[in-house]
């Protein structure tokens, strides 16, 4: 093991030195890339002492090092495995000059080659990959940048900011000189350098600027830019409109590369992007795949405000940039599609993925204390559970109060790094409250569990909720609690005499709480917690019929579809304990068969109300996984719903049948929806007629959303007699779309996830194939990422732990980040039964025993088994 030092908030110090310029030169060169930085530094005047300055590197080769333009000797520095540490007086002009190796970056940190093109990632910190720097976030600096590159192989060069000056250096060799006029920490810095094709817009600002954005991409995707640059146009207007931020310099740059780490990076003026999450057509990208390219462009773009102008102190902080820009292109996502839909999208993440994190060895408050290593904690929780938190913020304050906040957030703290602490100070400062008991919010690991029961007193027409808090964290949580009583009519009118309820909400700062309600007239079901208004989990014993009365007659669209996931989890729990699934599921039926045949109600909604809860959400609710029972039992429920639902589902679907051109909007999205989810119901059904109707809509080739459903449906129903069209389906799929990259990944992830005990096989035969590439991040992640997490019953056996615990100890050698992502499934094996913990268990130990394992790996793999 490397040294896997501990790095803990409380021990923050302020740089020693500042940075105020950053000259880069960059020479690419085939087999090295030489980068001369001059720097101006000087003491940090809020920084107490004196001391050397301490550069952080890694992977470099130094090539020589001046101080005031005299060149240093071995003997005036030190060269450490990761530090540069120089003796300097209170200013002082740094030049340095480093060889660095792209071609062989498999870590996909620092600068790299994806595709034959030079990219970097900076974030967290790969800046460190490429000189010698103070590489951390409250160290900021105006940068000027400039390649030099073979002209023919890299004519486009491109770096933050605006572009100042070209020229040529020898006949095969020309170079570009870029500045940001705007400070920035080097986690920001880009490059790019490669044969790239544009496509190219305008947008007007609010204050009538107008600013060029252009999307980079290979030479064969120019026909996918559509859609992102849509996206960004609407981003823009959004962000101007919600929150009154507008852009801030003349060039607004996406580039899209084949190999990242994450999604995509917002380095300052030139986005980076998996390709992934910026390519998009018709024919080759599902509606899900929109979704996630409007969502991404915009989370890129609007982390300009927060996280570029303003940014994190250190990365303990952050949620800061992370939470708020999720929760910001939550809200976005809200006002383009469907806001109830977005929501149980969000939160189906949230209670599946976030709450199974919280519960794991890997749990963190939000405002993690203390990491090894710092790219682990780019997770759920930071992301996603940081945006909870924001948004109960939203809530509370109100969204006059909450803006008034932004603005005195962005104004106030503009051109700085600072904490969490700053962006609820601004909350504060907006609403006169005291948040000092929110802020357990960040600091407290866990998901907080709320208890409630109800009392109704007929005779006195009074109806009471006490809400009692688990207080695991040592005091109470402060959070709104949406809440509304619900009878066979629909809203129940009522008096609330010990709360105020704003807006439908009350605040409970206590550990336990009732809440009375008079001139109930008769026994109501709550609804609690509309709109997700918490993330907690909530108990409260509700019976069948609640959550059917709630399915019906909820005036809140996702507590109507929380009722539903809720009674379906109840259904299989029974199936579980020995019951019939007839009788187990007859009230779950008759609620489906009204949603389903219920006009008023948007497709999207039903479609998702009629989706049962996933395997995964199944485990994460489940005291100890069983995981063949869970599949079992979700398997009987839907074949029966498909057999007792038959023909209203055949009626749904063939109403729903468009022939209509793509578009991507809410309604034909939904009704693309509602449509597969009949189909997915009907293809367990072994009737011919259904097999046609499935495969007509995949040899149709209408849209991709279409065909890839299609296609999933009838492999995943695994019955034999469906075999030889499942096979013919795949080949034909593979032929067609063998050179577009991103449909190869659907078509690996189909194949992973065929819930069966032979997918380990298909699996290894697929990494064999000639499509499959093991140091492509997307590739891992559709073939090895889906099988571990999405296929239980294929993947939960021995061989299935050893193969992943050998992937990731390969993996490892390459990309630290993604091994340590990929070993997730193998570190929850607490949650398991007996034989699947131990087989877990000691796959982890086979991992810990390798002796050169990554600091990313270590951290992951040694918290697992000490858990
Ligand atoms: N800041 C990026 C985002 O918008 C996250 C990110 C991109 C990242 N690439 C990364 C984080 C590589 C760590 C490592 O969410
Ligand atoms: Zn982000």
Not at 222 to 246: F, I, N, T
Not at 439 to 447: C, D, K, N, R, S
Not at 503 to 530: C, D, K
Not at 595 to 609: E, F, R, S, Y
């Amino acid at each position: 093991m490397t040294q896997a030092q501990a790095i803990y908030l409380k021990d923050y110090l302020p740089p020693a030195f500042l940075i105020d310029t950053t000259d880069l030169v960059f020479d690419l060169r085939d087999h090295f890339t030489e980068v001369t930085a001059t720097l101006k530094v000087r003491r940090n005047p809020s920084a107490s002492g004196g001391g050397p300055l301490v550069l952080n590197g890694q992977d470099m080769i130094l090539q020589s090092v001046s101080v005031d333009g005299q060149k240093l000797s071995a003997d005036e520095y030190e060269l450490g495995p990761e530090s540069l540490t120089l003796s300097v007086a209170d200013e002082a002009t740094i030049e340095c000059v480093t060889h660095i190796k792209p071609h062989l970056n498999k870590a996909l940190e620092g600068l790299y080659q994806s595709s034959g093109m030079y990219c970097t990632q900076c974030e967290a910190e790969g800046f460190r990959r490429i000189t010698y720097y103070l590489d951390r976030p409250d160290v900021m600096s105006e940068f000027t940048t400039t390649i030099h590159a073979n002209e023919t192989r890299f004519p486009v060069l491109l770096s933050n900011g605006n572009k100042i000056e070209v020229g040529k250096s020898a006949p095969d060799r020309h170079w570009v000189k870029w500045h940001d006029p705007f400070k920035k920490p080097a986690y920001l810095f880009a490059l790019v350098a490669g044969d790239l094709k544009s496509v190219s817009d305008q947008f007007k600002t609010m204050s009538g600027r107008v600013v060029d954005l252009v999307i980079y991409v290979e030479e064969k995707d120019l026909d996918k830019c559509a859609h992102a640059m849509a996206s960004l146009k609407k981003a823009m207007a959004w962000d101007e409109d919600v929150y009154g931020r507008e852009y801030d310099l003349d060039l607004f740059m996406i580039v899209a590369v084949d190999d990242f780490n994450m999604g995509a990076m917002e380095n300052k003026g030139l986005n980076i992007f998996n390709t992934s999450c910026v390519l998009a057509n018709p024919a080759t990208t599902t509606d899900m795949g929109y979704d996630r390219v409007e969502s991404v462009v915009a989370h890129e773009y609007f982390h300009n405000w927060s996280g570029n102008r303003v940014t994190c102190r250190d990365w303990f902080q952050l949620s800061l940039k992370e939470g708020f820009t999720v929760f910001r292109d939550s809200e976005f996502s809200s006002d383009m599609g469907s806001r109830t839909v977005k929501r149980v999208e969000d939160v189906k993440l949230l209670r599946t993925s976030q709450f199974a994190e919280d519960a794991g060895p890997m749990s963190h408050p939000v405002q993690p204390q203390s990491y090894i290593e710092i790219s682990n904690f780019y997770t759920l929780t930071v992301y996603e559970k940081g945006a909870e938190i924001v948004r109960m913020l939203h809530t509370l304050l109100g969204p006059e109060l909450f803006r008034k906040a932004t603005d005195y957030y962005f104004e106030t703290y503009d051109g700085q790094a600072v904490t969490i602490n700053e962006f609820v100070h601004a909350m504060e400062w907006a609403s006169g409250r005291d948040l000092s008991q929110f802020m357990l919010w960040y600091q407290h690991a866990g998901t907080p569990q709320v208890n409630i029961d109800s009392h109704y007193d007929h005779q006195a027409q009074q109806y009471s909720i006490t809400v009692r808090q688990n207080t695991s964290a040592g005091k109470p949580f402060h959070f709104p609690l949406a809440i509304g009583l619900v009878d066979d009519h629909g809203e129940l009118t009522s008096n609330c005499t010990t709360h105020t309820i704003n807006n439908g909400v009350i605040e409970v700062v206590n550990a336990e709480e009732t809440i009375t309600f008079e001139q109930v007239q008769s026994l109501p079901t709550p609804s609690l917690f509309r709109n997700f208004s918490a993330p907690v989990r909530v108990n409260y014993s509700y019976s069948n019929d609640d959550y059917a009365r709630l399915m019906e007659h909820d005036g809140d669209g996702f507590n109507r579809w929380n009722a539903s996931q809720a009674l379906a989890v109840s259904v299989m729990n029974q199936i579980q304990a020995g019951e019939g699934v007839a009788s187990a599921s007859a009230d779950l039926i008759n609620a489906f068969e009204k949603v389903l045949t219920n006009d008023a109600l948007d497709p999207a909604m039903v479609a998702l109300m009629l989706t049962l809860p996933s395997e995964a959400y199944l485990s994460e609710v489940a005291s100890i996984i069983d995981v063949r029972a869970i599949h079992e039992s979700r398997k009987q429920l839907s074949q029966h719903i498909a057999e007792t639902l038959q023909k209203p589902l055949l009626k749904v679907y063939q109403k729903s049948c468009s022939k209509k051109p793509y578009e991507f909007d809410a309604k034909s999205v939904a009704e693309r929806a509602i449509k597969n989810r009949a189909l997915g119901y009907l293809i367990l059904l072994d009737d011919s007629n259904v097999v046609s109707l499935c495969t007509d809509q995949y040899y149709d080739q209408h849209n991709m959303t279409d065909s890839l459903a299609a296609l999933t449906y009838l492999a995943h129903a695994h019955r034999e007699s469906l075999f030889e069209v499942r096979d013919d389906m795949l080949e034909d799929f593979y032929q067609r779309w063998h050179h577009e990259a991103l449909v190869v990944n659907l078509w690996l992830s189909v194949q992973a996830t065929i819930p069966s005990e032979s997918a380990l096989a298909t699996v290894k035969g697929l990494m064999e194939h000639p499509s499959y590439d093991a140091l492509n991040p997307n590739k891992v992640r559709a073939l090895i990422g889906h099988y571990s997490n999405q296929n239980p019953i294929g993947f939960h056996n021995v061989a299935g732990y050893e193969f992943l615990a050998q992937q990731v100890i390969k993996l490892d050698q390459a990309n630290p980040q993604m091994a340590a992502r990929i070993v997730t499934p193998l570190t929850r094996y607490k949650r398991y039964q007996e034989r699947e913990q131990m087989g877990m268990k000691s796959a982890l130990e086979s991992i810990a025993e390798v002796s050169t394992l990554s600091k990313d790996l270590f951290e992951v793999v040694s918290k697992s088994l000490q858990h």
